[in-house]
């Protein structure tokens, strides 16, 4: 690790150096920022200087916002290092979460160069040794994270962590169909998050604990958003004509895998309150969702059988039969010849 660490500090030398050197000025400054926010100190995650550093390029121009993504992105695909990424994410993050308009839009919309993870880390490995390899693992998991975050934020229409202040609001205008989806959109987030990986012990370093807190303040975001939803759709199944049968099926199910999450979640933010009130209206809706659900379907188990017999008996004594033809009886009991029999003489 020793080792490892003293050729990273080198490169970042060589590399600032190089930036310093550029004939344009203006690249230099976000060359030397991007560099300075994603060393390749293996503990250290980039100072609160050097993330709002990074942060004040998005305050001039679009040019300039364009070029901070584009070297951040250079950065983190052209790196080998898993320090290197991880910082390369966390900064991304920030952006995401404190970042100007301009920075957040050039980001979102970032072309993708293929693979499962729009940001091309889901084969990302640091073969450095065995601690690195790893380390990688974290690299997979936040990429995953930071692209849940950007894709739930086009779900519900704002990103996570802004000051919207009718957020509890919109969930009230929504469709039956579209809170459904925006509740199931919001909670493969909370699964994204709980595939954390197992070795949780490396949250000992301190650059991944930063990135697990990171991953905590989504959550909590997350939490707020679902805790609305999950209270609005409450309060739509009291009556059993009022919510469709796939929607309710649905909304079981994605709260289903919710409460599966719980566990992980704890052990992940081992240090966070437990939210035993989130976790009560969660349980508390599912159970009403399930009793609505049966409601629903014995009232259309009546119905069926209600019009079975009013078949069976109409079809049985239909004076329109003509003669000769056959009845066949919805109970299985075969043909019936309601014709002339013909008489040997």
Not at 38 to 53: F, G, Q, V, Y
Not at 93 to 99: D, L, P
Not at 272 to 296: Q, S, Y
Request: net charge neutral; glycine share 6%.
């Amino acid at each position: 690790m020793a080792r490892i660490k003293l050729i990273g500090i080198l490169k970042d030398k060589v590399s600032i150096l190089k930036a310093t050197l550029y004939i344009n000025r203006h690249a230099s400054s976000v060359h030397v920022a991007v560099l300075r926010a994603t060393t390749h100190h293996p503990s250290r995650p980039p100072s609160e200087e050097k993330i709002a550093s990074v942060l004040a390029l998005g305050h001039s121009s679009r040019i300039t916002a364009c070029a901070c993504i584009e070297a951040l992105m250079d950065r983190l695909h052209g790196t080998q290092s898993a320090f290197v990424a991880l910082k390369c994410l966390l900064t991304l993050h920030n952006i995401i979460a404190k970042g100007s308009f301009i920075l957040k839009d050039q980001l979102a919309f970032y072309p993708s160069f293929g693979g499962h993870n729009f940001l091309n880390l889901s084969m990302f490995s640091d073969n450095s040794d065995l601690v690195m390899w790893e380390f990688s693992s974290w690299v997979r998991w936040y990429a995953g994270v930071v692209e849940q975050n950007l894709m739930v934020s086009r779900a519900i229409g704002y990103y996570l962590n802004s000051s919207k202040k009718d957020k509890e609001e919109k969930a009230l205008t929504l469709l039956d169909s579209d809170l459904a989806v925006e509740i199931e959109v919001l909670v493969e987030f909370v699964v994204r998050i709980c595939d954390a990986p197992n070795s949780l012990d490396l949250q000992r370093n301190n650059l991944v604990y930063e990135v697990v807190r990171a991953a905590g303040e989504d959550y909590r975001s997350v939490q707020r958003e679902i805790l609305a939803r999950v209270k609005e759709a409450g309060d739509r199944v009291d009556s059993v004509e009022g919510v469709n049968s796939d929607e309710l099926t649905q909304l079981i199910d994605t709260l289903q895998r919710l409460e599966g999450c719980k566990g992980k979640l704890m052990l992940l933010f081992l240090n966070r309150k437990r939210n035993d009130g989130f976790w009560d209206t969660v349980r508390e809706t599912k159970a009403m969702l399930v009793e609505t659900k049966k409601k629903k379907e014995e009232k259309s188990l009546v119905r069926f059988a209600g019009r079975d017999e009013s078949a069976e008996s109409t079809q049985f004594w239909n004076p329109f039969l003509e003669p000769g033809q056959l009845l066949l009886l919805p109970s299985g009991g075969g043909w019936l010849d309601f014709g002339p029999t013909p008489i040997a003489v």
